[in-house]
């Protein structure tokens, strides 16, 4: 079964070859998401690289944030690309035309969604390895914490004020690849909805060029739509308010919510720290506990399991995904669902299936109908998402739970490819391969 994985690189030798895959994928300006399928910058694969990085080179770390703010709109959002000079990847920048958004930064292209707001995560993490790291690199890491705090703090801001419509309380999404997990089955039923017009301009995917078996990616009935969004939206002229009145796709996506709680905690604790406006410090405080309520609300009755809700149907999604698991992210739901979710989670529909190379979660049961062990967000098992999942069991003081985590995302990384995502059951590394944000998180665990 493992006859895909031939090397098993010790420790060291494995950090040494993520070190490698970082700064082979520096531009100098940028460090791509991946070498050929990503050559840009994506906003929460920057939050994952700079963490990495710390371990390397905590400046360049920094810097890495500051491009990704620096790109930031006016109005608070933070884009989830922002575009390098090349043109290898689609939609690029003159296919998002955000140019004509009022709200769009001016100097850089970007384009006009979002992602997750890990962001604070990863100004904490820096700061931390800074701090252990030299006097420079502390005193570099408080300046950059301090001055990027408002930033994050307008990040959040424009979460609650534009993505927080309607009474659920969970943070919505206008498009799939705003959660980060574009084709996870979560999407399916809104995305049924989705009707493409006929005005959708002809477009060629590149994507399926560059990794070589078209199956690991999404479907072109899916980029049909994932496209016919980004048609909507022009047309809208990114104005947020029509956007989230209007398009054909809105979702309350319960792991962002989870990770926009933790993200407000953390944000409290360096705003704290900091001497930040303590107005600021009680919003945070108030939304950290809004998005908390919001996912234990969204628990299923019997399994537990956290549901993401079609806002345009106002009805939940009980898609059972990774995603289920929000609320051992984030706390909030009462002892007893988390306790179920916890032994759901090591159960053999999750991490203790008895066929899994590591018992790192799947996006997706192997033991659900649907289930596919190569497709993209439809199965395979995501080692940046094992990194959350570990970073949150530390900050709940679930030290155990985090320490297996951690050995189960080096045993599924050890072949030292650091691939995108990997086949559960033989470990094949799937999709690119020099994912810059798996380096990073291996990175992170190994250092
Ligand atoms: C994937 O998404 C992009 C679109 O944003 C794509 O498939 O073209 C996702 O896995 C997303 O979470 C990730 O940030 C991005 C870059 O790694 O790739």
């Not at 199956?215 to 308010?241: F, H, V």
């Amino acid at each position: 079964a493992t006859g895909d994985r031939p090397a098993r690189y010790p420790e060291a030798a494995l950090a040494a070859r993520a070190a490698r895959v970082l700064r082979d994928n520096d531009t100098g300006a940028v460090i791509t998401a991946a070498p050929r399928l990503y050559p840009h910058m994506w906003s929460w694969d920057a939050a994952f690289i700079s963490i990495g990085l710390a371990r390397l080179d905590v400046q360049r770390a920094i810097a890495e944030l500051e491009t990704l703010f620096a790109a930031q709109w006016r109005n608070g959002m933070v884009p989830h690309i922002v575009f390098t000079d090349d043109d290898a990847y689609f939609p690029g920048p003159d296919r998002w035309g955000t140019e004509a958004a009022p709200d769009g930064p001016r100097n850089v292209r970007t384009s006009g969604i979002c992602q997750p707001p890990v962001h604070a995560i990863a100004v904490q993490r820096v700061l931390e390895v800074a701090r252990r790291s030299s006097p420079d690199d502390r005193r570099a890491a408080e300046r950059f914490a301090r001055k990027i705090w408002p930033a994050l703090y307008a990040w959040h801001r424009w979460l609650v004020e534009y993505r927080t419509p309607g009474s659920s309380g969970l943070v919505a999404i206008v498009h799939g690849w705003e959660s980060g997990m574009d084709n996870s089955p979560r999407w399916d039923v809104p995305y049924d909805a989705v009707h493409p017009g006929a005005a959708l301009p002809p477009y060629v995917r590149k994507d399926v060029r560059v990794v070589g078996d078209a199956s690991e990616r999404p479907t072109d009935r899916e980029y049909d739509r994932y496209l016919w969004l980004i048609e909507e939206m022009r047309r809208a002229g990114y104005d947020q308010r029509k956007i989230v009145e209007n398009s054909s796709f809105l979702v309350g996506d319960v792991f962002i919510t989870a990770l926009f709680a933790i993200s407000c905690d953390v944000l409290v604790e360096l705003g704290e720290e900091f001497g930040q406006p303590a107005g600021e410090l009680a919003d945070l405080a108030d939304w950290a506990e809004k998005a908390r309520a919001a996912v234990a609300g969204s628990c299923h009755s019997v399994s537990g399991m956290a549901r993401d809700r079609d806002l345009r149907t106002s009805r939940w999604l009980d898609t059972q995904t990774i995603a289920g698991f929000s609320p051992l992210l984030c706390g909030g739901a009462p002892d007893d669902v988390q306790l179920r979710l916890l032994s759901l989670l090591d159960s053999e529909r999750w991490c203790g299936h008895e066929g899994l190379l590591a018992p790192v979660p799947p996006s997706v049961s192997p033991l659900r109908p649907g289930f596919n062990p190569r497709q993209y967000w439809r199965g395979p098992q995501w080692p940046v998402v094992a990194w959350v999942f570990f970073w949150a069991f530390e900050h709940r003081g679930w030290h155990e739970r985090a320490r297996k985590l951690r050995d189960a995302g080096i045993r599924l990384t050890e072949d030292g490819a650091f691939g995108e995502y990997y086949e559960p059951f033989t470990g094949k590394p799937l999709g690119s391969a020099d994912q810059s944000w798996t380096a990073a998180v291996v990175l992170d665990w190994l250092c």
